[in-house]
């Protein structure tokens, strides 16, 4: 209850007469604190809501600097998005074409995927004020860091294969041992034939090639001299050259042999000079070419210098198969 002097009274039950209200000092201390607080919140409710209608210079400054980290964030994820999308059309070439020609399996996508996905790494961006940009960007990264990882990878694997490849091309037996513009001619092919000598129907492993003697012999490929000698069994002055990748080629009835078991040769080099030595009825080459243990019609390694004329004529004559390897039987080689 209130009087025009500001005092206050109140009734006491006990005397039923108005009394004047004395507050204790604790009760004093606790009415200046309450009024602090109320005046604290106040000019805090004034302080902030002011600023919003009308913030400081220094808040127009981080506004700002805000609006332009945001344009910012956005231009780095749309960049980030376009070296994404460079990423995956190198991943489709490293498949479809690199891996592709050298036979390799494309890479499987459960691997090129590891290492993306996931968001319990970007947990903490959540309290950032934009968390979506923040993580999209990071996320970005991270993914392309995965795929740059793989890639790399990958293409290591396509680089070694092509250095192989490049070797293998290099040793693989194939073009003709008699150079093209030397006259020659095939006169047996491979597979089933009559022997010229016990004229019983026998496998001939390798295609004979006649010439003029004195023609140059060259290996069909790089690779090291094995056997340079003469062969007891028929095939006369003989060369053997292990290419290696399994293929191994023999040059026999050679005139002259012109190299050394062990020796390195190049494709094209000149090893032999063609001849009639051992079971052979008249100057030729027997030319055979071994993969893996097996021999094989050495035409279809006639490739590099022989027009596809050439070689289908050649080819017409020689799709017969041979029978079992037998390299010392003693028939016409
Ligand atoms: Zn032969």
Redesign the pocket.
Known sequence: MMNPSGRKYFLNPETLRFERVRLSRGQRARLVLGVAIGLVALAVVLRYGFERYYPTPRQVIYEHENARLRTDYMALNSRLQQVDRQLLELRDRDDRFYRAILNLDPVPSSMREAGTGGSEGYAHFAQIREPGLVKDVSEHIDKISSRVLIQSNSLETVYDEAVTNQRFLACKPSINPISPGDPHWLT?SYGYRNDPFTHRRCA?H?I?LAGPYGLDIHATGDGKVIAAHLNRHGYGKEILVDHGFGYVSRYAHLKEIRVKAGQEVKRGEVIGILGSTGRSTGPHL?YEVRKNGRTVNPLYFFYENLTPREYSLLAAKATRTAGPYRPNALTQ?
Do not use: I, P, T, V
């Open positions: 047996s001939h390798g004979d027997h080689k």
